[in-house]
T-cell receptor, first 115, second 114 residues
Framework: QKEVEQNSGPLSVPEGAIASLNCTYSDRGSQSFFWYRQYSGKSPELIMSIYSNGDKEDGRFTAQLNKASQYVSLLIRDSQPSDSATYLCAVNMVPPTSGTYKYIFGTGTRLKVLA | KAGVTQTPRYLIKTRGQQVTLSCSPISGHRSVSWYQQTPGQGLQFLFEYFSETQRNKGNFPGRFSGRQFSNSRSEMNVSTLELGDSALYLC?????????????FGSGTRLTVV
């Protein structure tokens, strides 16, 4: 089982719709969670971070975290063609046995917003 | 405020050669991490430096090494290059040592080994 899993997509949504991106992680000791956006040929850019259970909203983006179920999701409201990119989930975990943190990225979900 | 600067942007090397990549973090950031990105494997963690000390290392062979200088600039070295080392190498900096505040990435160095 991968430590951070994402569906590779592509996820296609029409312009104006809500895009829902999901990520699961394996380590219950995980402490912080991040979403990055990567346009083709560019480097990843941090768009959201979330640290506690529940929702966190920032503009059109909402991150949702459920530690009991070990998943984190990103909702993009009113999707625009400019949102078409690969979305990477990253998890910061500090296993109690080692004390050495690991910052692990999923392989990303490609989102296509159709005009 | 200047972002994370990586040099060079592109490199073509021959198998068996070695290469050094450079990264200058955002001013004030003391944590620098390196990642290898390939289409098949995604972002793979290489190592992280904080205040000139290697804090964490990924599962890469010893041919991959790095260091950080007192001004937080970091270099990554790959010796005895193999074709499979062809990838985009990304450097990322953060304020916190564990990436708790998230990373800012540089534009990357595209390495091609022929």
């Amino acid at each position: 089982q991968k430590e951070v899993e994402q569906n590779s997509g592509p996820l296609s949504v029409p312009e104006g719709a809500i895009a829902s991106l999901n990520c699961t992680y394996s380590d219950r000791g995980s402490q912080s969670f991040f979403w990055y956006r990567q346009y083709s040929g560019k480097s990843p850019e941090l768009i959201m971070s979330i640290y506690s259970n529940g929702d966190k909203e920032d503009g059109r983006f909402t991150a949702q975290l459920n530690k009991a179920s070990q998943y984190v999701s990103l909702l993009i409201r009113d999707s625009q063609p400019s949102d078409s990119a690969t979305y990477l989930c990253a998890v910061n975990m500090v296993p109690p046995t080692s004390g050495t943190y690991k910052y692990i990225f999923g392989t990303g979900t490609r989102l296509k917003v159709l005009a | 405020k200047a972002g994370v600067t990586q040099t060079p942007r592109y490199l073509i090397k021959t198998r068996g050669q070695q290469v050094t990549l450079s990264c200058s973090p955002i001013s004030g950031h003391r944590s620098v991490s390196w990642y290898q990105q390939t289409p098949g494997q995604g972002l793979q963690f290489l190592f992280e430096y904080f205040s000139e000390t290697q804090r964490n290392k990924g599962n890469f062979p010893g041919r991959f090494s790095g260091r950080q200088f007192s001004n937080s600039r970091s270099e990554m070295n790959v010796s005895t290059l193999e074709l499979g080392d062809s990838a985009l190498y990304l450097c990322a900096s953060s304020l916190a040592s564990t990436g708790m505040d998230g990373y800012t990435f540089g534009s990357g160095t595209r390495l091609t080994v022929v």
